[in-house]
């Protein structure tokens, strides 16, 4: 059995394909028409399908996905295996749900800190007993480098390079260091406040460039760039139910 779960974020739109339980790849999709989305449609013939969705997407989408598949809209008003201890819980956003999902099925029954690296770094904390606490919201590797550039009348717009140099020697390389350098720490400071108040729990890190960032922290951490994703596979299977 086919299942598609899309993922529609703020820098891109993509579609995970599952088959049962097992991710078979992800593809990132050109646009949010409907035409590509047929295609794949009559491709893969999904029996179900779930939409995360943070920006504004062709309505059209969702219409084509409940007429060619048992199909769900994340949102605050989905079952969900947590409940959800912050004020406003119709605010949260779909892909924070997503990732507490995965949490909740991959370690139930333990604290878990799920830190996702998007457009945004968010902060997402899950207790033992399934409440989803809250957590943080920072920018993101590619707004911190953009800002800079923006606000600034001679900084320039620079991309990641991993091998920067801890002290950097030109413009290009003060900026990488700093960003990349400060998002290592930032991290590793909301692990150590975290653990002081909380003591042992899981880690989990997961979006763009997770691998690198885990690999420079000193703590143990699980790296998963498809976690998300696993997080809407579980929330398809709870709320795609047979009527």
């Known amino acids: 059995m086919i299942t598609f779960c899309f993922d529609f974020g703020n820098t891109r739109l993509k579609l995970a394909v599952f088959e049962s339980d097992v991710f078979l790849e992800e593809i990132v999709l050109e646009g949010d028409g409907v035409d590509n989305i047929k295609t794949l449609l009559e491709k893969y013939q999904p029996s179900k399908s779930i939409l995360s969705s943070v920006v504004h997407h062709n309505n059209d989408i969702e219409q084509l996905l409940t007429a060619k598949t048992q199909f769900h809209l994340l949102s605050a008003q989905s079952l969900r295996p947590f409940t959800v201890a912050v004020g406003k819980a119709d605010t949260i956003g779909a892909d924070r749900l997503a990732l507490m999902a995965a949490a ?33 919201i920072s920018p993101g590797m590619e707004m911190r480098f953009k800002s800079m550039h923006d606000y600034t009348a001679k900084l320039p717009m620079v991309a990641e390079d991993w091998n920067f140099p801890l002290i950097g020697y030109d413009t290009k390389t003060n900026l990488q260091s700093g960003v990349i350098i ?55 299977e709870l709320n795609n139910q047979p009527i």
């Open 104 to 136: 909740v099925n991959q370690f139930p029954n333990q604290n878990t800190l799920v830190i996702g690296l998007g457009t945004c770094i968010t902060y997402n904390f899950v207790n033992q007993q399934h409440r989803f606490l809250g957590g943080a």
């Open 182 to 236: 400060g998002i290592s720490s930032e991290i590793e400071g909301f692990i150590e406040k975290y653990s002081a108040k909380y003591g042992n729990f899981n880690v989990v890190l997961t979006g763009g460039h997770c691998t690198y960032f885990a690999s420079q922290l000193k703590y143990k951490i699980f790296a998963d760039v498809n976690f998300l994703f696993k997080g809407l596979y579980a929330l398809s």
